[in-house]
T-cell receptor, first 109, second 115 residues
Framework: LAKTTQPISMDSYEGQEVNITCSHNNIATNDYITWYQQFPSQGPRFIIQ???TKVTNEVASLFIPADRKSSTLSLPRVSLSDTAVYYCLVGDAHYKLSFGAGTTVTVRA | NAGVTQTPKFRVLKTGQSMTLLCAQDMNHEYMYWYRQDPGMGLRLIHYSVGEGTTAKGEVPDGYNVSRLKKQNFLLGLESAAPSQTSVYFCASSYSREGGKQPQHFGDGTRLSIL
């Protein structure tokens, strides 16, 4: 089971880019890297997933270096509504995934 | 399309009482999961199911039982509630193919207080 490490919290301002780096030194060959977002009083919501290099969707970008020992979630031009907890998960099967404490991102006006 | 629906949304129990939390999904997903989330912590897997009629233990299964009699439903039972089980409970579901590549879809949680 790959262990992940990510910052406890990050502060930002509206319009800025937020980058959250997750370390996963013992990632296995078959593991995918998945990020979820959780707002207060709601269940987590899938944001983005990748295996290597770069993945981009309408919400975020995910950068994964060649050694795959870390990954960076990039949120472009954040707004107040992006204030949430962001979880980095690594694994090849859902029942092996572990949601750590996540990173609490606070966006200020 | 409702996705994952959890009932009830809130519940207060007394120590020793029993109850069942219901999770229903309408996406024809094979896999279903029950998590608990305590203040300031991430989600911890209680039990999961890889198909109708099958269940397995997760990270924190003690004090809970589950059943998956129908593909669309996953029930979580507390036989004798304890204050340590005060938590927010989340249910999730996903497709089975390609393992961890398939995203999980979560309900909005059940807030359970044990007095």
């Amino acid at each position: 089971l790959a262990k992940t490490t990510q910052p406890i919290s990050m502060d930002s301002y509206e319009g800025q880019e937020v980058n959250i780096t997750c370390s996963h030194n013992n990632i296995a060959t078959n593991d995918y890297i998945t990020w979820y977002q959780q707002f207060p009083s709601q269940g987590p919501r899938f944001i983005i997933q990748g295996y290597k290099t770069k993945v981009t969707n309408e919400v975020a970008s995910l950068f994964i270096p060649a050694d795959r020992k870390s990954s960076t979630l990039s949120l472009p031009r954040v707004s107040l509504s992006d204030t949430a907890v962001y979880y980095c998960l690594v694994g090849d099967a859902h029942y092996k995934l572990s949601f750590g404490a996540g990173t609490t991102v606070t966006v200020r006006a | 399309n409702a996705g994952v629906t959890q009932t009830p949304k809130f519940r207060v129990l007394k120590t020793g009482q029993s109850m069942t939390l219901l999770c229903a999904q309408d996406m024809n997903h094979e896999y279903m999961y029950w998590y608990r989330q305590d203040p300031g912590m991430g989600l911890r897997l209680i039990h999961y199911s890889v198909g109708e009629g099958t269940t397995a233990k997760g990270e924190v299964p003690d004090g809970y039982n589950v059943s998956r009699l129908k593909k669309q439903n996953f029930l979580l039972g507390l036989e004798s509630a304890a204050p340590s089980q005060t938590s927010v409970y989340f249910c999730a579901s996903s497709y089975s193919r390609e393992g961890g590549k398939q995203p999980q879809h979560f309900g909005d949680g059940t807030r359970l207080s044990i007095l």
